[in-house]
Antibody
């Protein structure tokens, strides 16, 4: 059974860098043939795709966040990570990691397995 | 950017009702559309992908249709477990979500 688990600080100061890790269990990131991604949801609001990564390191980023986002992968630990620099209070959100689905082409896709999410608060 | 607009924002319904939610894209997305269900404090759950393909394990009372810019999610007979918020997502170009439709009693 595939499972994803987000981890990282729950509180980040404004202008600093947010860093989260997603640990995948039940499947190997490097042999699954899937992309893996990050999505966020501010409290009481809708969903925003942040970006996705393949085990090879190939990435797609939301153009509106691209200048501040880095997604990386560590196949030895079966993990992938998110860093978001220069955060503001409006980026307080639940951050989800997820697996991209298999029936897609190009830079976009749906997500079929999700982590439970982790709340990151941006506040001084 | 492709903007996704859902309607209505809130929908009041009863058990057994047929429920339809609409999602419109700001430009054609072919059939690159997914639907999710989200309950409070939980991650979204994939219901439909490629506009009309039912994800494994999802009850057959859920169905999706549409292509181009207009799409619908239909619940044929609303069950107590279906009261939740529903989101559409386009993945024709990168990815973006609708603002959500809350289905309430």
């Amino acid at each position: 059974q595939l499972q994803l688990q987000e981890s990282g600080p729950g509180l980040v100061k404004p202008s600093e860098t947010l860093s989260l890790t997603c640990t995948v269990s039940g499947a190997s990131i490097s042999s699954s043939g899937y992309y893996w991604g990050w999505i966020r949801q501010p409290p009481g609001k809708g969903l925003e795709w942040i970006g996705s990564i393949y085990y090879s390191g190939s990435t797609y980023y939301n153009p509106s966040l691209k200048s501040r986002v880095t997604i990386s992968v560590d196949t030895s630990k079966n993990q992938f990570s998110l860093t978001l620099s220069s955060v503001t209070a409006t980026e307080t959100a639940v951050y989800y990691c997820a697996r991209r689905g298999g029936y897609c082409v190009g830079n976009g896709c749906y997500f079929d397995y999700w982590g439970q999410g982790t709340l990151v608060t941006v506040s001084s | 950017d492709i903007q996704m607009t859902q309607s209505p924002s809130t929908l009041s319904a009863s058990v057994g009702d047929r429920v339809t939610i609409t999602c419109r894209a700001s430009q054609s997305i072919n059939t690159w559309l997914a639907w999710y269900q989200q309950k409070p404090g939980k991650a979204p759950k994939l219901l439909i992908y490629r506009a009309s393909s039912l994800e494994s394990g999802v009850p057959s009372r859920f169905s999706g249709s549409g292509s181009g810019t207009e799409f619908t999610l239909t619940i044929s007979s609303l069950q107590p477990d279906d009261f939740a918020t529903y989101y559409c997502q386009q993945y024709n170009s990168y990815s973006s979500f609708g603002q959500g439709t809350k289905v309430e009693i």
